[in-house]
């Protein structure tokens, strides 16, 4: 036998038992999320006695019953969600971007120690913080309101994206800042028009990441609205649950679904500006 053509069908062999062992690793992690789907369609005797995909008789009206089930329409907390998240995005992309530029471009005092402080607040867990953000939150009155979910991404707070936008800056050279001084440009508008429009990828990646975090978070959403007509859809969703009484399986996991549906679009149609600013940030 040829060894060129045993090495060539080794190869083949190789590489298809790498696909197959690939597709058989993304049914297992894809699973539960089919699962959901298919649950969304089935009665409620099903739910937990029937684990296959296959669903034969669908039950629609699970959707239509998820949607009114609550105090207010399943819309209304889409609504209150897309509000937190669109303000959180522009919040985390305007200021975390000028804190990078702060410390990626302009020379002060202390900009080591405060970056440095700044990479610290990062290992500080976020239930360390939140009793007295509470207290301060409540001594303002401004629980069940939208303020404390959104006003502090006005201010730079996730250092995360901070540190995001910092390294994708160091990859800029500097002459483009050089040039537009000769030129007579500040700060402001060195900033605003000629690195801002470079950073798109980093931009891309931390509007990404901030819809999905935003959008499914849970425990500050919870903590500071109280009110049904302020709830987001993680505290929609939880509300389904009845511990004393039963609980409507089929119409949370058909919202489940819907509320998964902003997320596959977003990631959908962002994953090139998320692999680009990964790759871009991560090797300057």
């Known amino acids: 036998m040829n060894p060129h ?86 919040g985390n992309i305007l200021t975390c971007s000028m804190a990078a530029y702060a410390f990626a471009r ?9 970056f440095g402080f700044m990479l610290l607040m990062l290992m500080v867990p976020i239930h360390v913080i939140v009793i007295p953000q509470y207290i301060m939150w409540n001594s303002l009155h401004l629980i069940n309101t939208f303020v404390p979910l959104i006003l502090p991404k006005f201010l730079a707070m996730d250092g995360f994206f901070t540190f995001l936008f910092y390294q994708f800056l160091r990859g800029l050279p500097r002459d483009l800042d050089e040039a537009a001084k000769i030129d007579g ?37 919870l903590l500071y609205l109280t009110k049904p007509d302020m709830y987001t859809v993680p505290i929609a969703l939880r509300t389904f649950i009845d511990a004393q009484s039963q609980s409507s399986y089929g119409p949370m996991f058909a919202m ?29």
């Open 5 to 90: 053509r045993g090495r060539s069908v080794a190869r083949v062999v190789v590489a298809v038992v790498k696909q197959v062992v690939v597709l058989l690793l993304a049914i297992v992690m894809l699973y539960p999320i089919l699962w959901m789907v298919a649950s969304s369609l089935r009665p409620q005797d099903e739910i937990f006695t029937n684990m296959g995909l296959l669903v034969t008789n669908p039950v629609w009206q699970n959707y239509a019953a998820g949607w009114n089930a609550l105090s207010y329409p399943f819309g209304r907390y889409i609504l209150n969600s897309l509000i937190i998240v669109v303000f959180a995005i522009i």
């Open 106 to 114: 302009l020379h002060f005092r202390f900009r080591g120690v405060l």
């Open 185 to 221: 440009a500040g700060h402001i508008r060195i900033f605003f028009q000629i690195l801002l429009p470079l950073m798109k990828p980093a931009i891309g990646t931390c509007a990404v990441f901030t819809f999905i975090w935003t959008w499914n978070d849970f425990f500050s959403q």
């Open 256 to 284: 489940s679904v819907v509320s998964l549906i902003p997320l596959f679009l977003v990631f959908t149609f962002g994953q090139k500006y998320l692999v680009q600013g990964i790759a871009t940030t991560g090797g300057k």
